[in-house]
Structures are given as C-alpha cells and as structure tokens.
C-alpha cells in the first residue's frame, strides 16, 4: 500500500520561509497529480497547489506569487516551497496523491505563522 510521509513544517515569523517534503513510498509517476492542500479547525479541507505528471501546475490565488511546488520523480518527492508566509497561511498541511484508481492522504505537518 501506498503511503505518503509529509515533513518540514513548524513554527516560522510572518514573512519567513518554509519547505515542506512529501516522500511517496512507491512511485511517483504511478498518479496523475501530486497536490498540497490545508485545513484549519472548523473548516474544509483547501487546495494550495498541484502538480500533474506532465509538470502543469495550479495554485489557489491566495498562495500565488508566494509558493511553489515542484516534484522530484526520482526521489519520488513533492516539494511545497513556501515565501513571504503569513499568519492566514497557518493550517495544517497535506499530501495528496491521485490516480484514476486511487486518492491517497499523507498524516499532515503543522504550518504555523506566527510572531
């Protein structure tokens, strides 16, 4: 069975950085897209950014300009690398793999921004 282990996140000041890791346990190129998405309490779960097999990407309008993800099929890898944070990108992230026969959720990392 699949997994995926998310990593890097934390406690970071507004205007910080963080680089968050999603490590697939089997291989990437197997789904169609790769994504992050992020949820706080009360909420439903959002989209910040995916990635297709082909390399198309898509990001929320919120996190434009500010975040990039990229993948690294090799490594098996899905990088969300995240500038200029700020306190409304508090949430926790997660990994999400998509297949035409599968949709799969990492355990999520906390992003905390804050002073």
């Known amino acids: 069975q699949v997994q995926l282990v998310e990593s890097g996140g934390g406690l970071v000041q507004p205007g910080g950085s963080l680089r968050l890791s999603c490590v697939v346990s089997g291989s990437i190129i197997s789904f169609n897209s790769m994504g992050w998405y992020r949820q706080t309490p009360g909420k439903d779960r959002e989209l910040v950014a995916r990635?297709?097999?082909?390399?198309?990407?898509n990001y929320a309008d919120s996190v434009k300009g500010r975040f990039t993800i990229s993948r690294d099929n090799p490594e098996n890898t899905v990088i969300l690398t995240m500038n200029s944070l700020k306190p409304e990108d508090t949430a926790v992230y997660y990994c999400?793999?998509?297949?035409?026969?599968?949709?799969?959720w990492g355990q999520g990392t906390q992003v905390t921004v804050s002073s």
């Open positions: 990635i297709s097999k082909g390399g198309n990407t």
């Open positions: 999400n793999a998509q297949s035409f026969v599968s949709n799969i």
